[in-house]
C-alpha cells in the first residue's frame, strides 16, 4: 500500500471540500490506516467507532433489504461525522464543521473512495 498517496488522497478531498476538519481511514474491523485529524482526536479510536457505526448502519441496510451500504452520517451539535464503506473490507471516516456542505461531500466523496479503494489494493514491489 503507497502510504503517500493515501495521504495525498486524504489531503486533496479536504481541500476540494470547504468544512472538512479531519479525515481517517480504517480496517473494517476498526484499526486506524491512516488519519489526517486534529491533536484533540483521538485517531484509533475514531477508527472503532466509526467500524462499530458503519458495520451497524451496513447490517440495518441488508436487514432491511436496502442494497450495500454507502454512507452514513451523524449529527451534531458542532458539525458532522460521515462514514463511507470502501468495498467490504474498509471505511473512511469524514468529520465536518457548521459550514460542511454534504451533498458537496458526497459528490466529491465518491471517486475519491474510488481511488482509496485502488490505493489500499494494491500489491506493492518493495524489496523486489
Known amino acids: 500500500m503507497n502510504r503517500e498517496a493515501?495521504?495525498?488522497?486524504?489531503?486533496?478531498?479536504?481541500?476540494?471540500?470547504?468544512?472538512?476538519?479531519?479525515?481517517?481511514v480504517a480496517a473494517a474491523d476498526g484499526l486506524l490506516i491512516a488519519?489526517?485529524?486534529?491533536?484533540?482526536?483521538?485517531?484509533?479510536g475514531?477508527?472503532?467507532?466509526?467500524?462499530?457505526g458503519l458495520g451497524l448502519a451496513r447490517?440495518?441496510?441488508?436487514a432491511t433489504a436496502r442494497g450495500a451500504l454507502r454512507q452514513?452520517?451523524?449529527?451534531?451539535?458542532h458539525g458532522c461525522a460521515a462514514f463511507y464503506a470502501v468495498g467490504d473490507t474498509a471505511l473512511m471516516v469524514v468529520l465536518g464543521d457548521e459550514?460542511?456542505?454534504l451533498e458537496s461531500l458526497h459528490r466529491a466523496t465518491r471517486p475519491a473512495l474510488d481511488r482509496?479503494?485502488?490505493i489500499l489494493t494494491e500489491k506493492t514491489t518493495e524489496g523486489v
Open 116 to 118: 482509496i479503494g485502488s
Open 72 to 77: 452514513t452520517v451523524a449529527y451534531g451539535s
Open 35 to 44: 488519519s489526517d485529524t486534529a491533536e484533540s482526536i483521538d485517531p484509533e
Open 99 to 101: 459550514g460542511l456542505d
Open 6 to 24: 493515501l495521504a495525498l488522497e486524504m489531503r486533496g478531498l479536504r481541500e476540494r471540500v470547504t468544512g472538512i476538519t479531519d479525515t481517517a
Open 46 to 52: 475514531l477508527a472503532a467507532l466509526a467500524a462499530a
Open 59 to 62: 447490517r440495518t441496510t441488508q
